[in-house]
């Protein structure tokens, strides 16, 4: 019932900046603002990690510790797409971003009903 498809990552400097998107498909009488949209991110050999989560209206944000204050989770519902700006990028940000869709909001340890496929972000000199 809904598709996501991630872009923009790749590779980048320390201290540079990538902005990835999340373009969502949606099948009849499906809307992306039914779900709150999150990006996860996982490197290898750790856990993954939820880092941004924004209501289904987009009046509310929530970030993980370790990406606040350096990244901005936006949606524009119009375009079915769901926007993750990245600054500051260090190398610890290293991992693959999976965009995902939850009819609930947060950074809980609920599974997200859907998932995108993951883009890779590499942050090296």
């Known amino acids: 019932q809904l598709q996501l498809v991630e872009s923009g990552g790749g590779l980048v400097q320390p201290g540079g900046s990538l902005i990835l998107s999340c373009d969502a498909s949606t099948a009849p009488g499906i809307w992306l603002d039914y779900y709150a949209m999150s990006w996860f991110r996982q490197a290898p050999g750790k856990d993954r990690e939820g880092i941004a989560c924004?209501?289904?209206?987009?009046?509310?944000?929530v970030y993980a510790d370790s990406v606040k204050g350096r990244f901005t989770i936006s949606r524009d519902n119009f375009k079915n797409t769901v926007y993750l700006v990245m600054n500051s990028l260090s190398p610890e940000d290293t991992a693959v971003y999976y965009c995902a869709a939850s009819t609930h909001y947060g950074l809980g340890s609920w599974e997200p009903d859907y998932w995108g496929q993951g883009t890779q972000v590499t942050v090296s000199s």
């Open positions: 924004i209501s289904n209206d987009g009046g509310s944000t």
